[in-house]
């Protein structure tokens, strides 16, 4: 009969021994609690380094002064202004001391022929970025230490969306399989490494005894790759690993399917809602007409944007190009084809004066920032899930509004806490669906 190591083990077990045997295993392990404690340290001392950018709050306070003089009026931390958002940036950029000389004289940089300088100069249409000669390192230390603080920030909700937090919903269960797939792993590993040091000491054990020669080639019969390709424990770990990472697509997979949020596309002429709402403060409704009247909100035609442009030809930050794209468009009577942003799918019912006119909500409160954007993006989830938590958390606007003082007066008659949309029939399916 075939011998294996286990047989061989039991044969020359007895009592005495197992305690002796036991104290080489707690010696082991012990050795391996130093390992880890070594792999902390080389961890922290890897941190460490990337930690030359100071979190002293004195510096960062004058990162942020430096920052809000000089580069404000072209860089944001996490948005794209004229510049790239400048969150990450000690990671992205070839070095601290390519930074440097970057902000001191960007142009120098770029004539340098500098791969990365260029790559950007290009990617931001060749804009010239003021040079900062007289910058001191510490200064700029100081501009990077608030960058870095401002974008370890967590995202403070925007204005009047504290009712419906809703940007990371769909990162929670992602979150957790990530979590509980790096610690299988770990565990998986650390497995290997304590069953590794208990067979060698296993195997140190057996030494110590007057073995037969059959018994000792057992021992000593070395772990070979098909030996260990062929074990049903390689295969298991296959198999599981596989339907893992199976499994988490699939679950990453169905939580995306039709959600859009974050979609950016590019339009076809440069708009900037951060120019127009943001800088000019012209009213949202000025030219989504429909939002506070009707169902749709409403893409305003070319000749809203006349009123203005058959003035205005050139702009600061585009020049005559992106205008001269509306007058073609109304001198050719061709409609300038936007690309949808938000949809619902067709089985869904939303309208814009329900929730903006009656409801008294804003539109940022579904749209994010757009005053900010240059570009628009999708903020909002847009599932139904979204809809029906801002129904249930949302107090029913009821002020100055006859047709609801009835409604008001059973409802505080029947529970003491306000009146939320779910409690006016904000959840019934027939509401949102045709
Ligand atoms: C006049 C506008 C303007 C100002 C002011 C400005 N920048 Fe820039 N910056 C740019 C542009 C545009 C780019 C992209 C590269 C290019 O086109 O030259 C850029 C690129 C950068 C980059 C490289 C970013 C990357 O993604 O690698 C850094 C770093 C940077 N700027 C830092 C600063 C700092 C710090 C200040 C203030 C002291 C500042 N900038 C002020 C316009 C500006
Ligand atoms: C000067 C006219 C104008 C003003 C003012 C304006 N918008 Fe727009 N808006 C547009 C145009 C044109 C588009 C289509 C191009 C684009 O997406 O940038 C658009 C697109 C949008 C979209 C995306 C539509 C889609 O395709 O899903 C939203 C949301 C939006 N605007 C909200 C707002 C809000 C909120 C405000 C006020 C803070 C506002 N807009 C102010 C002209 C305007
Ligand atoms: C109520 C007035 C008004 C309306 C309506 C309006 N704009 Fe503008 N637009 C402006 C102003 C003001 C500027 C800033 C010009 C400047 O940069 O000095 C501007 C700038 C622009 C620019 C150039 C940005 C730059 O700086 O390069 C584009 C492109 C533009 N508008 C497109 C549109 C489009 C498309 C519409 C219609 C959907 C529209 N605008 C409607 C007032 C308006
Ligand atoms: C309660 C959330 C909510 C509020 C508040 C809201 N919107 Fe919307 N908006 C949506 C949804 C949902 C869609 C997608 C509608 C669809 O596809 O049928 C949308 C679509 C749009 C569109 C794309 C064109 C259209 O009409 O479908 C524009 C433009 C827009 N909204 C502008 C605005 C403006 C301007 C305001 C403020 C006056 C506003 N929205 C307020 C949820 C909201
Ligand atoms: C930011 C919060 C918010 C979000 C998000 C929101 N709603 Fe509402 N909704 C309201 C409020 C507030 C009302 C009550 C308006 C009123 O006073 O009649 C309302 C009312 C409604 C009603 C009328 C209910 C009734 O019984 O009269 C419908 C239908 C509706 N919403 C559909 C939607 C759909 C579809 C979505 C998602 C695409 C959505 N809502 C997202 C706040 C929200
Ligand atoms: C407040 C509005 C609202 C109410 C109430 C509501 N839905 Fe929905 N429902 C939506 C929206 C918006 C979508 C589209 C979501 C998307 O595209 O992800 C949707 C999608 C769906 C879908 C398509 C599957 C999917 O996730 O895309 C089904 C099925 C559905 N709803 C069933 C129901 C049933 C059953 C009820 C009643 C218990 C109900 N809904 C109540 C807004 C609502």
Redesign the pocket.
Known sequence: MKKCLCRVLLWHFDHKTAHLFLMKIKYRVHGLNKLSLWFVFVLLSVAGRAQEISSDPAVIKDGETLFNANCKSCHAVKRKLVGPALADVENRAPSIQWLKEWIRNPAKVIASGDEYANKIYNEYQKAQMTAFTNFKDDQIMAILAYVKAEANKVDAPAPGTEAVKTSDQPAIPTAYLNVIMIGMIVILILLLIILGFIVSALKKFLDQRDLSEEDREVVHSPITLSSSLQSPAFLFIVVFLVAAIGFKTVIDGLYTIGVQQNYEPRQP????HK??AGQ?E?ECK??HTGAAKGKSANI?S?N??M???TQ?KV?????EG??AK?YAAVENNKP?EWVRIHNLPDLAYFNHAQHVTVGGIECQTCHGPIQEMDVVKQYSLLTMGWCIDCHRKTDVNTKGNAYYDNLVELHSKSSKANMKVEDIGGLECAKCHY
């Open positions: 002429i440069a708009f900037s120019v127009h000019y012209i000025y030219c305003p070319a809203v944007c009123n203005c442009h205005i702009g600061t930050i585009t020049g992106e205008i509306i300038i």
